[in-house]
């Protein structure tokens, strides 16, 4: 038998980079009420949110994954031809193929990196950092750009006065290299597709053309509650005890934001210490599923509450139902 | 929890409430409302009830959740929970 050889890579990875965009419209909830049966005092107070972003036309998933990477490969210093995997977490794609990440790849000059597209909707991002992180663990890649987008206005019934007030649209990236040590935590991750319908496409797209309807994104939001308190709680702190970590040794908690009372109630759950700095960007962003993640490390940037090799602590969970948790060290 | 009364289940019970939307445990009774007395949703309901399945080890089926208007209709099916266990 003949031997192969094959490739080794890094101890770790690790995030050398962090971007996001955020589409310039704000629509606050009074703009919203307009033409739902609603009011800003009972969105707050169930969702948190408070006003959202809204992708115009020129804001195609195209323009803003593009934007979220170009500023996370500036953050990071590296130049596009560094990258030799481009990752695009995304759900809102309307286009069955090409993936958005080859288009992007081409788009950012990244050259012929390899490109695929990850459909896990609202826990894309951790999904594609826990693969980036094994293609650099492995030697498949060396420098992986990773970027979630998604527009979910695209599938909002806008007159759903259950589900209108929460989505939103965005994107985020990360660049994702070799470390001498782990600096991406072991993903705790998986899928319950007994649940699939909890949340959904109302129309699958052949059925949506054959009745000539769009079809919407619907769910049943006291489901998806119950299951955050219980199951992705214990996702939560599977993913700080995979990492080798006690909650006191966690810095930042970005969960993803479905909901700041599932936050709320994912926090009392948890009991991480009370210096732990919290994402709650819905209430500015609304729900912009995959890349709720990366806009909130983006924000904590920007806010200047990074402290270089800060513990990050991340789960998203959705559609599906799947979830992923892990702990990154941040730049 | 042979000994469990309704008594200390209403202290178990107004502590997880307190913890979920704050109000004061010694304002909670068995006459209490959720909704009209205490400020529940049916958000916070569901972190209560799932909160009350945890700490008792007993499962409150959802739509008898639905049912349960007032602190002492929770005691008394909590009650109920344990002694059928």
């Known amino acids: 038998m003949t031997d ?40 707050r107070q169930r969702t948190g949110i408070v006003e959202r972003r809204w992708a115009g036309e020129d804001e195609s998933l195209l323009a803003m994954t593009a934007t979220a990477g170009r500023r996370a490969l500036a953050h990071a210093g590296m130049a596009p031809t560094d990258v030799d995997a481009v990752l695009v977490a995304t759900v809102t794609r309307l286009a069955q193929f090409p993936a958005l990440a080859v288009e992007l790849a081409a788009e950012l000059g990244c050259g012929p990196a390899a490109a695929w597209d990850v459909s896990a909707a609202c826990a894309g991002f951790g999904y594609a950092l826990a693969q980036a992180d094994a293609l650099v663990r492995a030697g498949t890649a060396r420098h992986v750009l990773v970027v979630a987008g998604d527009r979910l206005t695209d599938l909002t019934d806008f007159h ?19 470390w001498d040590r782990p600096g991406v935590g072991p993903v705790v991750w998986g899928s319950d597709g007994s649940q699939k319908d909890v949340i959904r496409q109302t129309l699958a797209w ?22 955050a308190l219980t199951d992705v709680v214990e996702v939560t702190r599977r993913a700080i005890e995979a990492a080798g970590l006690r909650p006191e040794q966690i810095d ?7 909901n700041d009372r599932i936050t709320d109630a994912m926090l009392r759950q948890l009991r991480l210490p009370a210096d ?27 806010d200047g509450l990074v402290a ?19 702990v990154a060290v941040l730049p | 929890m042979a000994t469990a009364t309704a008594e200390t289940i209403l202290s178990q019970l107004a502590t997880i409430i307190n913890e979920v939307v704050g109000a004061e445990t010694s ?59």
């Not at chain 1, 770790?12 to 009011?39: F, K, M, Q, T």
């Not at chain 2, 949703?41 to 700490?55: C, F, K, P, Q, R």
Request: charged letters at 20%; glycine letters at 10%.
């Open chain 1, 4 to 43: 192969l050889r094959q490739t080794t890579g890094a101890p770790g990875s690790h995030i050398l980079g962090v971007g996001a965009y955020e589409p310039r419209r704000v629509v606050d909830n009074a703009e919203l009420c307009a033409w739902i049966d609603s009011s800003d005092e009972w969105i």
């Open chain 1, 160 to 178: 759903d006065r259950a589900t209108a007030f929460l989505f939103a649209d965005g994107a985020g990236a990360v660049v994702v290299g070799p």
């Open chain 1, 206 to 227: 052949d059925a949506a053309v054959a009745k000539g309807q769009p079809p919407f994104i619907t769910m049943d939001g006291q489901k998806v509650f119950k299951w």
């Open chain 1, 252 to 258: 930042l908690f970005v969960p993803h934001q479905a």
């Open chain 1, 276 to 302: 732990v700095v919290v994402s709650r960007h819905i209430r500015q962003t609304g729900n912009t599923s995959s890349s709720s993640i990366p806009i909130g490390l983006a924000r904590l940037y920007h």
């Open chain 1, 308 to 326: 270089p090799g800060a513990t990050c602590l991340m789960v998203g969970f959705g559609a599906g139902l799947v979830f992923a948790g892990q």
């Open chain 2, 27 to 85: 304002t909670i009774s068995p006459e209490s409302s959720f909704s009209d007395d205490l400020g529940v949703d049916s958000l916070s309901m569901v972190e209560i009830i799932y909160a009350a399945e945890d700490s008792f080890g007993i499962t409150i089926p959802e739509e008898e959740s639905k049912n349960l208007r007032t602190v002492g209709n929770a005691v008394a099916h909590i009650e109920r929970a344990l002694a059928d266990a």
